[in-house]
């Protein structure tokens, strides 16, 4: 979650849940077939370095079934870097992410990491349910940094300091998390991975700090930079250190075996796990053309056999090579 606000009215501040799909308002009479169609799905992009594409939506931060004011539509194209920026500028660490949506007018990004949005947990577990039904989350996983808070003291100082640990505290939303599985019976498998207070680095720690001529020889060869690598091994024991512990060990075997089993009953559904995986959808070339056309499919053979009943295509001489030339799907940047 992040905050933005446009470059011209600095007061104008809004709360955003990034987005890596679109979403449609239901109603009524919309049929499946529309729903299907047209319904909330992962967008796509023809930028050819993003793999997921985000919407932001105006929003109060509500209960899991509260009412909120949700932005509809479809995704926004923003790149997989821009997100995680803006995801992550804290305030007095990083500089704000400036970028134009929709026209010229600058939008700055700012980390919403305040109060229960530095744990959107809870503001998932809502999306989900607000799309899709709320017997529809199966498995929620959340994981922690495992920040230390800030010793107790006297004066001003220490007192700023307690105040901000509690703002920005991600404990809240997991208690939060557990009593709704009470009082709901378990109604979802939830994963909490974190282990507060065990990890004692600042989010500026950064050692050793990157040099001119580190910079330089990074641009010819990666592996030569030495910039973060004490910082990089001190999480790196802390988590062999965590992992070692049985039941944290238990925990994490437990949350993969059930990703996995889910994970398998999807893939016996080819074309939904083709959809879930990588955004795949197929768009008919003549929806334009034809009032009653439906334009996004998500399944090949329902697509295949669309084109042979409304637009009398001849289904033998359907290619394959016709078919992925209305597909289109998440998009990924070539390694370098």
């Given amino acids: 979650m992040t905050t933005n606000k446009t470059a011209g009215d600095r007061r104008a501040e809004t709360l955003c849940l990034l987005r890596s799909y679109d979403n449609y308002k239901k109603t009524p009479s919309t049929s499946r077939q529309n729903t299907l169609s047209n319904g909330p799905t992962r967008s796509n992009t023809a930028r050819t370095d993003i793999s997921g594409i985000s919407q932001f939506q105006n929003r109060q931060t509500p209960p899991p079934e509260g009412n909120t004011t949700t932005r509809h539509g479809p995704a926004s194209t923003l790149r997989i870097w821009e997100i995680a920026r803006a995801a992550t500028a804290a305030p007095f660490y990083f500089k704000p992410l400036r970028i134009k949506l929709g026209g010229n007018e600058v939008t700055v990004f700012e980390d919403g990491g305040f109060g229960a949005c530095n744990n959107p947990t809870m503001e998932a577990i809502w999306e989900i ?121 238990q925990n994490l075997e437990r949350c993969a075996e059930e990703l996995v089993r889910r994970r398998r009953a999807r893939a016996r559904n080819r074309p939904r796990w083709e959809h879930f995986a990588t955004g795949a959808v197929y768009r008919c070339p003549e929806h334009r053309q034809a009032e009653d056309c439906v334009r996004e499919f998500r399944d090949k053979a329902r697509f295949k056999m669309h084109l042979v009943e409304h637009h009398d295509r001849e289904e033998d001489n359907i290619r394959e090579r016709d078919l992925k030339q209305c597909r289109s799907c998440f998009e990924y940047q070539d390694p370098v």
């Fill in 129 to 249: 349910r607000n799309l899709h039904g709320p017997r529809s989350v199966g498995v929620v996983v959340s994981v922690g940094t495992a920040r230390k808070n800030h010793e107790h003291g006297t004066g001003t100082l220490p007192r700023i300091q307690r105040i901000g640990d509690k703002a920005t505290d991600p404990e809240t939303v997991h208690v939060q998390v557990q009593r709704l599985l009470e009082s709901e019976g378990n109604s979802f498998e939830y994963f909490r991975l974190n282990a507060p207070g065990f990890l004692d680095i600042p989010l500026d720690e950064w050692k050793p700090k990157s040099t001119r001529n580190t910079i330089r020889k990074t641009q010819k060869r990666l592996s030569d930079d030495k910039s973060g690598k004490e910082t990089l091994q001190k999480m790196r024991t802390k988590f062999s250190e965590w992992l070692r512990n049985n039941r944290n060990q």
